[in-house]
């Protein structure tokens, strides 16, 4: 049984529109995370929930807006994609927000062209 | 800052050893972790370190220096699967942030 799953795997689309990617983790861990792994692999920290609650909100653009409807669950819904976005998305969780190591999921890579 | 800085890229041979340093300009966090990431997957969990020496996990070892600030992975009777990219990173003390290393990615020859 897959422990963290992301969906869509890939996602091409044009700019300017809207998606969203899902997240869930059947691990039981408290706290969700958004990554963002640019084309020289650096992963950079987005959002982070714990138990539903925003504890991680990074400077990204407000187009971005995560939504954890409970605590298995964490999607990110991305409005009027630009040529800037494209990169692997990648959720993982934790057994708590510190000091926890991190389960990801497979990623989603993003395109938009 | 809280940088982390990691060789961009290694090469070592089938069969050798070799060893991935990390070093971080944070003054305190709980612990460091070693993840592994092979192209096109997601990064998995090897190793962490809390306090300061050798921690051995079968072929992979880690070891931490927080007064030198640094760490380094080391593996052992490479094989060709370990062609991958490592990460080394921490959580700073006082955040829920968990930072990430540049990453190191090694290519194993035959």
């Known amino acids: 049984d897959t422990a963290v799953s992301q969906t869509p795997k890939y996602l091409v689309t044009q700019m300017g529109n809207d998606k969203s990617i899902k997240c869930e983790q059947n691990?039981?861990?408290?706290?969700m995370y958004w990554y963002k792994q640019d084309s020289k692999k650096f992963l950079k920290i987005m959002f982070s929930y714990n138990n539903k609650e925003l504890i991680i909100n990074e400077t990204v653009p407000n187009r971005f807006s995560p939504k954890s409807p409970d605590k298995a669950h964490l999607n990110l819904h991305i409005n009027s994609l630009e040529l800037g976005d494209s990169a692997v998305y990648f959720c993982a969780s934790s057994r708590g927000p510190t000091g926890e190591k991190l389960f990801f999921g497979s990623g989603t890579q993003l395109s938009v062209l | 800052g809280q940088n982390i800085d990691q060789p961009t890229e290694m090469t070592a041979t089938e069969g050798a050893i070799v060893q991935i340093n990390c070093t971080y300009q944070?003054?305190?966090?709980?612990?460091l972790f070693w993840y592994q990431q092979h192209a096109g997957e997601a990064p998995t969990f090897l190793s962490y370190?809390?306090?300061?020496g050798l921690e051995e996990k079968g072929r992979f070892s880690s070891f931490l220096s927080r007064s030198k600030g640094y760490s380094y992975l080391l593996l052992k009777e490479l094989q060709m699967k370990d062609s991958a990219s490592y990460l080394c990173?921490?959580?700073?003390?006082?955040?829920?942030?968990?930072?990430f290393g540049t990453g190191t990615r090694l290519k194993v020859l035959a």
């Open positions: 691990l039981g861990h408290d706290t």
């Open positions: 370190n809390v306090l300061d």
């Open positions: 944070t003054s305190g966090f709980n612990g």
């Open positions: 990173a921490l959580r700073p003390s006082g955040t829920y942030k968990y930072i």
